[in-house]
């Protein structure tokens, strides 16, 4: 048994020497915005839903870049409508967001 339904990392990390990085792309705000739908809908705490920042998950070239857990669905996103397709239809309904979808080949 899991603690959390589902577990969403995004990546927040800033690096200091000009690469790519999510911080970039306003992680940051994703990651508050995220956070507070989540509450907002009533899918936070145990047995629900929980977001939460991540350092580098190493796919900056796919920037921004987050993944749900436990089903390991690597996303990327361009504005507040996206995040909230993800927590709607993932992190609520169960239901992956495929036009989202960081392709697999995307790295760093």
């Known amino acids: 048994m899991s603690y ?3 577990h969403f990392f995004v990546c927040t990390n800033q690096r200091a020497n000009g690469e790519a990085c999510c911080a970039d ?3 940051q705000a994703a990651f508050d915005h995220c956070k507070s739908r989540v509450k ?7 047995d629900g839903v929980r977001v939460n ?3 580098c998950l190493d796919r900056c070239a796919g920037g921004p870049v987050g993944v749900v857990y436990p089903e390991a ?12 397709e993800i927590v ?12 989202l979808v960081l392709p697999d080949h995307v790295g760093r």
């Open 4 to 6: 959390y339904q589902r």
């Open 25 to 27: 792309h306003n992680a």
């Open 40 to 46: 907002a809908l009533g899918l936070a705490g145990k």
């Open 53 to 55: 920042k991540a350092g």
């Open 73 to 84: 669905v690597w996303y990327t996103w361009v504005d507040q409508a996206d995040l909230d």
């Open 88 to 99: 709607e239809r993932h992190l609520q309904r169960g239901e992956v967001v495929e036009r």
